[in-house]
């Protein structure tokens, strides 16, 4: 009896000995990679799957590591993604990170006003296309052209955001992410006017306005003068319609006010044929509504702040001009 009762405790001893000895190897961190791993598991995927995955990609050092840690907790559940492996980490950790979806994203900054080109530079900088290949799915005005049949592209439609993009996401993707945005904001309105003008008038409003408080003070400029058929002369279309001939040379030129192109308002009345960049809300929102104002020009201040002087008389706008000038001559 003695014997067995012996025999009993050894066996508890031992067992405690192993599982002790368990969670210690399946807590221990392990590299058997050089550069970082990007490991894709598919819905359904089996844990000895995952297993074997994460043992040939040199993610953990044998699978029944990854297998023990499983069992320590068997009732979580792994999520399906593509994950990024580029530190040691334990069997446990690994699991954890499944368990919580730990996906691998990165974020897409598109600040208010960018247009398609800088919207394409910064989709470039991600690493995971081309710019021009992002630059000819916003060309293609055909998802949003439901919404505005006189879309010449998305420009103006692909709403400023933060956006989550994986390694693996398409060019035509992102431009669905950002026009359902569009989308939900623009319905968030409910604005009975037309979203092609709007919307136009809009970033021609973001791309002048540096400071939010004068954008409706913009748009009443540019609204008095479409009112009475007044030329927008407006700096930013000038600058669009250098971009879209692959010439602008980083400032305004005599020959890119005298270009003939429809978009600039130097050379044509009215609104250009369609948006020149992707407005925020607040621009959306002074093109419904300008300010109530007599105001036809307006001039940037010498001081920095981004703030204009407004004027309704081209006498007053010359000589806030000439202060303008003079105070940057000094």
Not at 192 to 212: D, G, I, Q, W, Y
């Amino acid at each position: 009896m003695r014997f067995l009762l012996r025999l009993a405790a050894l066996v508890v001893v031992v067992a405690a000995a192993t599982g002790a000895w368990i969670v210690y190897r399946v807590s221990q961190p392990y590299k058997g990679f050089t550069d970082p791993v990007f490991v894709e598991f598919e819905r359904g995927t089996s844990s000895r799957t995952i297993a074997t995955i994460l043992k040939d990609k040199g993610v953990i050092e044998d699978r029944w590591l990854f297998l023990a840690a499983r069992g320590l907790r068997r009732n979580v559940n792994l999520q399906a993604g593509e994950y990024k492996f580029d530190k040691p980490e334990s069997p446990l950790d690994i699991l954890s990170r499944l368990a919580r979806g730990d996906i691998y994203y990165m974020e897409l900054l598109v600040p208010e006003g960018f247009n398609i080109y800088e919207i394409a530079d910064a989709v470039g900088k991600l690493g995971t296309m081309r710019p021009e290949t992002f630059l000819a799915a916003a060309k293609d005005p055909a998802m949003i052209r439901d919404l505005d049949p006189e879309a010449p592209t998305l420009e103006g439609y692909l709403f400023p955001n933060k956006y989550r993009v994986y390694r693996h996401t398409t060019a035509q993707q992102i431009c669905r992410m950002m026009t359902g945005e569009f989308r939900e904001r623009w319905k968030g309105l409910n604005a009975r006017a037309k979203v092609h003008n709007v919307v136009t008038l809009a970033s021609m409003v973001e791309r002048e306005a540096k400071r939010p408080e004068e954008r409706p003070m913009v748009a009443s400029v540019f609204q008095n003068r479409l009112r009475i058929g007044m030329k927008l002369d407006c700096d930013p279309t000038t600058v669009y319609a250098a971009l879209l001939e692959n010439r602008y040379r980083g400032t305004i030129y005599k020959s890119d006010l005298a270009n003939p192109s429809p978009w600039n308002t130097y050379q044509h009345q009215g609104l250009p044929p369609g948006p020149i960049a992707n407005p925020g809300m607040s621009s959306i929102e002074a093109a419904l509504a300008p300010a109530a104002t007599p105001y036809l020009y307006f001039v940037a201040k010498a001081d920095g702040s981004g703030g204009h002087n407004f004027s309704g008389s081209l006498g007053e706008h010359n000589a806030n001009v000439a202060l303008y000038q003079r105070a940057k001559s000094h």
